[in-house]
Each structure stands twice: as structure tokens, then as C-alpha cells.
């Protein structure tokens, strides 16, 4: 059986389509853009590392090149 809450839940949203429906609007749009961290250098969405702006890609690059100041390799 349904929780009381998901019930109301259900039967506000019918009212509330009801109402946009009668009044010949479309329903308004619930979902808002949201950025998306991408690498400062390459555009990669996936795998970013925020402190660095960077992909985990491009990162390992400049780190091996020593273009990153602080950072080292954890072996050697």
C-alpha cells in the first residue's frame, strides 16, 4: 500500500495538470540548468578534478611535465 504522503503527492500533481490543462498553458519546466565542470584545457567533462580545474587526464600530463607547482609522485 502507498505511503499518505506519496498519495498526496499524486493527487496534487493531477490538480496542478489539471489546472494548466483548463487553461490551455504548458506545464512549467521543473528541471534547471546546471553547469557542468569541464577541464580548463581539454573541455573533458568526465573525471575533473576540482581544486585543479582539470581533467585526471591533462593532470597527470602537467604533473609528469613538472608544470605543476606542489605536486609530486607518490613513488618513485
Given at each position: 500500500m502507498a505511503k499518505?504522503?506519496?498519495?498526496?503527492k499524486?493527487?496534487?500533481m493531477l490538480?496542478?495538470?489539471?489546472k494548466y490543462q483548463?487553461?490551455?498553458?504548458?506545464?512549467p519546466n521543473k528541471?534547471?540548468?546546471?553547469?557542468?565542470?569541464?577541464c580548463k584545457i581539454t573541455g573533458r567533462p568526465q573525471g575533473y578534478m576540482r581544486y585543479?580545474?582539470?581533467s585526471?587526464?591533462?593532470f597527470r600530463e602537467l604533473?609528469?611535465?613538472g608544470e605543476l607547482p606542489g605536486v609530486v609522485k607518490a613513488s618513485k
Open positions: 499518505k504522503s506519496k498519495i498526496a499524486d493527487k496534487k490538480a496542478l495538470r489539471e483548463l487553461a490551455g498553458e504548458k506545464k528541471v534547471s540548468t546546471r553547469g557542468k565542470n569541464r585543479f580545474g582539470l585526471r587526464i591533462t604533473a609528469l611535465k
